[in-house]
């Protein structure tokens, strides 16, 4: 059987004694039927693996003993902040878990003049908790020692006026450059509409904030599908998919 990952935020070092929280035990020891004795790979996002052992059960937590590390760099060296505009159902979930598989680093949720996501600030922040978790779940099955961020949610226009990175691309069905036309240099800034598409507006002030309008191909996408065909696009021109 795969050896289960779990990332622990915290410093982890070899011989350390660390007990598990009681969500992440119960996952282990109701749903995967671990016990005492079974190996576990531990990671915090500072680039190394932690093979540790359950070394005590208890009625709600699991402690384990870290016996060894090593290091593990399957970062892409394409790093792509990618700014999503929130969709409805269990679109947005997907999108964040895709995006973690194809090495994405940065994630932040957008609001748009099309938005068919309205949060009120408690909601909102029960949100991000929960993007965080599918960030993190995403890292431990894909093999990633690096989390990606979660930024804190944002005006799209805000998140547009911010952004510094090198190259600064937002999907366009019109647009007249494709990936074969462009120069890439890392990091990047993705944009990515909600269901209806950005506005107008919100195109013609990304143009003018440095984006360059991107054409993917002759059909259009839905939201997430866009993101995600975007992203491994990218990964295959200029970062660590090899097609």
């Known amino acids: 059987m795969r050896i289960p990952r779990l990332f622990q935020k915290q410093t982890l070092s070899i011989h350390d004694y660390v007990e598990l929280d009681t ?6 020891t109701t749903v995967l039927r671990l016990t005492v004795g079974a190996q576990l790979i531990l990671f915090n996002g500072d680039g190394y693996e932690y093979r540790s052992v359950i070394k005590t059960q208890k009625k709600h937590n699991l402690g384990v003993t870290i016996l060894e590390k090593h290091p593990k ?34 994630i932040t949720p957008l609001f748009s003049e099309r938005s068919v996501i309205h949060l009120k600030s408690e909601r909102l922040e029960k949100k991000f908790e929960h993007y965080q978790k599918i960030a993190i779940h995403a890292a431990e099955q894909c093999g990633r020692t690096t989390v990606p961020r979660i930024e804190k949610s944002l005006p799209c226009a ?28 890392s990091p990047i800034a993705l944009l990515i509409g909600p269901e209806g598409g950005l506005t107008d507006t919100e195109v013609t002030y990304a143009l003018q904030h440095g984006f360059t309008a991107l054409r993917l191909g002759p059909r259009i996408l839905r939201t997430e599908t866009a993101a995600l065909t975007a992203i491994a696009a990218l990964q295959a021109k200029a970062g660590d998919l090899d097609l």
């Open 23 to 28: 969500a992440t035990s119960h996952r282990l």
């Open 73 to 106: 760099n399957i970062e892409s060296p394409l790093v792509i902040h990618l700014g999503q505009v929130i969709s409805k159902g269990e679109k947005m979930d997907f999108v964040i878990q895709k995006a973690t598989e194809l090495g994405v680093h940065t």
């Open 158 to 185: 805000e998140w547009i006026f911010s952004r510094q990175e090198a190259a600064r691309l937002i999907l366009d069905p019109s647009a007249t450059h494709t990936l074969s036309t462009l120069t890439l240099k």
